[in-house]
């Protein structure tokens, strides 16, 4: 219940970073909450899709559909009142939150099914980052695949982290929460000081 109720806020901050993109100014509300709503399920529905699943997560569960699309529209009329509170930073954070948990949680689940190290890991990656590069792509903004920020380095990292404590006979749990704080560490650092890949990773 505890992971249930923490993917929920993590959907909600989803949709919310979705509504907050500053290239959305003067778009309709359609618009807008469908952004919000991709956002928030892109990602878990592309790993769904890549895996040839039954069923798509927020199919099976209509709860992440009815999260996403509620919080996007309540973003959209809540926007003003978001940006003066400075409540965009606290969406930031749940943001990054719901990157490390989606990522381990995915990651967990697909290892501990039998799948394949580096099957569980880049699903757990597509599952955390893709509805964002969605969001970036239908907001017109650069994605994490024309800049040079490490966005996505943390997640790989973590990832990578958690198959190799839980083959080191690490405690699931203790492995699981180790690279999610691992995760939201290193991307709140990667913010705060602006780092970017050094000039010998770029290519020429």
């Known amino acids: 219940m505890l992971v249930y109720s923490l993917e929920m806020i993590c959907i909600v901050a989803f949709a919310l970073s979705g ?63 978001i940006r003066k509170n400075s409540l965009n930073k606290l969406i930031i954070m749940f943001d990054t939150i719901g990157v490390s948990l989606f990522s381990i949680l995915v990651t967990q689940q697909l290892y501990s099914a039998g799948y394949a190290a580096y099957v569980s890991v880049s699903m757990g990656i597509v599952t955390a980052i893709f509805g964002g590069v969605l969001r970036d792509i239908l907001a017109h903004r650069q994605t994490l695949f024309n800049n040079t920020e490490l966005y996505a380095s943390p997640v790989i990292l973590g990832c990578c982290l958690y198959i190799l404590l839980v083959n080191l006979q690490v405690d699931i749990t203790l492995a699981a929460l180790t690279c999610m704080v691992l995760i939201v560490s290193m991307r709140l650092y990667i913010v705060v000081k602006q780092i970017r890949f050094p000039a010998f990773l770029l290519l020429k």
């Not at 509504?19 to 991709?38: A, F």
């Not at 039954?54 to 009815?66: G, H, L, N, Q, V």
């Open 19 to 81: 509504v907050l993109v500053e290239s959305n100014r003067g778009k309709d509300i359609v618009s807008i909450v469908m952004l919000g709503w991709i956002t928030a399920l892109g990602g878990g529905t592309l790993r769904d899709l890549i895996l040839s699943a039954e069923m798509i997560f927020w199919i099976r569960d209509p709860s992440y559909f009815w999260t996403a699309l509620s919080s996007a529209i309540i973003g959209f009329f809540s926007i003003t009142h």
